[in-house]
């Protein structure tokens, strides 16, 4: 039953591949054919504002494994993962993965901590990546690395991977009630955040001092940053207006730039957002429905109060006015949330153990936020921007990649699960080796479906490592306990 979209697999040519996209209506054009370096636009460097070089338009995205040790170091199969992120080619490194700049703001008990305590050892991740890279690719001259800083907000989880610790800005009509938050948590005050603003900057020194080049100042998927953005009802100085809501960003900002001369802040935005989605009829996602008492859901950062689950780009906009006049020129562009509407942002054939069927064909989504990009960067040229979620389009990424680089629809291709199933994949391309179709990721989801039942992430269908891990047998007995129709 998920399966009444075709498999990208089993579209094997230019015309099957042509002949879907328009019976779909989207708009999703791609190169028939895919140029190898020296000469092919993915292999072009890209120079910065800041005259910065980076060598070709790959981005590794941030991929998290929940496989940090307890007090926020990495472990092996951290470092296994920063290696592949080198072995890439990709010379964009957006963030490696979640790093929480305080212990209460995990997204789960392993999580990364950029701590005194741990900042060692996180340098010593970057310098495995850069090593795996120079061992490659001969240079790391044209490599910019950056360290992506979190904390989880709602979904905090510092203790227990089951256990919701949330620290809310503002009570959410749907999210409170879907994940039981009690009437009467307390929402962050604004001297708790006056205190974590500061603990970002003492953060990014840190990142600074062991040689990332920039620090992303996360404000996507739900997560605390991100809930600024729609802290429409919350009252003070940090809600309501798009002046306050944006206050904990602008306050970040001037305290690094005072604090860390030379340091690169980029921003990874959740550039549109959508009311939650629940597994209906059959397990297929469907949006809930919410209207207030004007009958608006004005909690949609980038979504249309008037009509949910639409776009409506108009404060994305002055968002990223706001970050060009910061001098902000490094923008990362997803969308939604893993938590209440994944299919937003990473689409997937297969439904997450805690998700729903795909309610529309995941290449609808692919083309949304694809040309969601293209918009925003109309808009703001001088701004390099990497797109994500091309992973879904698998055996065709290459051509629509090159497709929406050569074009300027975008300046960069951002990489997540493709990464962890074949993280040679960029390199390959840009050599003009043909694809190794047998570790093409084909969006199982069971590098969700892992964590969210308290296992490391990683890609357990493709990925050998993963493939005879205890781990994996334990993921497939869990798996068993579920299918896609029994989600709702
Ligand atoms: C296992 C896993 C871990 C992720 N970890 C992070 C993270 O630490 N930070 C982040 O911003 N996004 C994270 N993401 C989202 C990805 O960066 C990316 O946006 C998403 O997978 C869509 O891109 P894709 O289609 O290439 O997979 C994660 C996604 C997955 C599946």
């Not at 698998?394 to 990489?415: E, H, K």
């Amino acid at each position: 039953m998920t399966h009444i979209y075709p498999r990208i697999a089993r579209l094997k040519t230019v015309a099957s591949f042509a002949e879907h996209i328009q019976s779909l209506g989207i708009n999703l054009p791609f190169d028939e054919e895919v140029i190898p370096a020296p000469d092919g636009p993915l292999a072009k460097p890209y120079t910065g504002q800041d005259g910065r070089k980076i060598g070709n338009r790959f981005c590794i995205l941030p991929m998290e494994g929940w496989d940090g040790t307890r007090d926020g170091n990495p472990s092996e199969l951290t470092y296994r993962r920063w290696r592949n992120f080198g072995l890439s080619g990709a010379k964009l490194i957006w963030g490696g993965e979640a790093t929480a700049v305080r212990p209460d703001g995990r997204a789960n008990p392993n999580q990364l901590m950029i701590l005194d305590e741990t900042m060692g050892n996180i340098e010593n991740l970057r310098l495995t990546l850069v090593d795996e890279h120079r061992a490659h690719f001969g240079s790391q001259e044209d490599l910019l690395i950056g360290l992506q800083l979190t904390h989880s907000g709602r979904f905090c989880r510092p203790n227990d991977k089951t256990r919701l610790e949330p620290k809310i800005l503002y009570h959410h009509p749907l999210l409170d009630k879907i994940f039981n938050l009690p009437a009467e948590i307390p929402l962050l005050s604004d001297t708790e955040i006056e205190d974590l603003i500061a603990e970002f900057i003492s953060a990014a020194k840190r990142a600074q001092s062991i040689g990332f080049d920039f620090v992303d100042l996360k404000h996507c998927h739900g997560y605390l940053g991100h809930e600024f953005l729609s802290a429409y009802s919350r009252p003070g100085a940090y809600g309501g207006s798009f002046e306050n809501r944006t206050r904990f960003l602008r306050e970040i900002v001037s305290g690094i730039r005072s604090a860390c001369p030379g340091l690169l802040i980029g921003v990874r935005l959740s550039a549109y957002d959508f009311p939650p989605f629940s597994p209906a009829e059959g397990g297929v996602g469907r949006a809930v429905t919410f209207q207030d008492s004007n009958g608006r859901y004005p909690y949609a950062f980038g979504g249309d109060p008037e009509r949910p689950g639409q776009v409506k780009l108009d404060e994305t906009i002055q968002f990223l006015e706001l970050l060009e006049s910061l001098k902000i020129n490094l923008v990362n562009l997803t969308a939604g949330s893993p938590y209440y509407n994944p299919h937003t942002m990473r689409p997937a054939f297969f439904p997450p153990c805690d998700g729903y069927l795909p309610p529309e064909d995941p290449l609808v989504g692919v083309a949304r936020n694809i040309n969601v990009a293209a918009e925003l960067k109309g808009h703001f040229p001088n701004i390099a921007m990497i797109g994500s979620s091309y992973t879904y389009l698998q055996d065709w990424l290459p051509n629509v990649a090159q497709y929406v680089v050569r074009t300027g629809m975008i300046d960069f291709v951002g990489l997540g699960r493709m990464v962890l199933s074949y993280p040679e994949l960029p390199a390959d391309i840009l050599g003009g080796r043909p694809l190794a179709r047998r570790r093409i990721c084909r969006t199982f989801s069971d590098c969700t479906t892992a964590p969210r039942r308290g296992l490391v992430s990683g890609c357990y269908p493709l990925d050998e490592f993963y493939k005879v891990s205890p781990e994996a047998e334990q993921l497939k007995q869990i798996k068993k306990t579920f299918s896609p129709e029994s989600l709702t």
